[in-house]
């Protein structure tokens, strides 16, 4: 019988959507309060590559990534996941916005092998992690680089992206080396 091995720390990610400013700026100081200073930050970034989010966000989308200073335990996804739709949704209730969903709030996590997405939708590469919670490997690390997966959404592709994840992760190599 094999032995239980724990999971190693995570760094915290939230890529977020807005095609407003304020909106977004709502969103990241209410990161901040709840999961601590920034370590890495990218953005915007034009949301243009599928009109998915256009019927309840609008045109003229925007995609920030964060990542955060502190780490985190890689079961912690759900709730964490549980979290920023909470978050998304009292910065819809705080006033009148012109869409009905100003901001997307993605959460994930990167490993050294690998950048996790939490998701409320199940696929048939989605795995379930607790309360109601999906999760895929977005991509994955291999031959040195962040690499896409058949799944991977257009966006998370570019390599802008691909080298804020790359960023992210030298930060936790370094933190486990400590």
Known sequence: MGEAER??????????????????????????ERYG?????????????????????????????????????????????HETNRLEAGIAAKRNWPVSRPVNLDPGYVTLGK???ATT??????????????????LRFTGGRFEPNPWTYADYRQ???????????ESLRAELRA
């Open 7 to 32: 999971a190693e720390p995570a760094k915290l990610i939230v890529g977020g959507i807005s095609g407003d400013r304020v909106a977004w700026g709502l969103a990241r100081e209410l990161l901040l």
């Open 159 to 169: 390599e802008s992206y691909l080298e804020f994840f790359a960023k992210v992760r």
């Open 115 to 117: 950048l996790v997405l």
């Open 37 to 81: 200073p920034l370590e890495f930050e990218a953005g915007p970034i034009a949301f243009d590559m599928t009109a998915y989010y256009e019927g309840e966000m609008g045109k003229g989308l925007f995609r920030w990534l964060v990542s955060f200073e502190q780490s985190v335990g890689q079961s912690e996804i759900a709730g964490i996941k």
């Open 121 to 138: 939708k199940d696929q048939a590469h989605r795995i379930a992690v607790g309360e109601d919670i999906y999760a895929e490997v977005t």
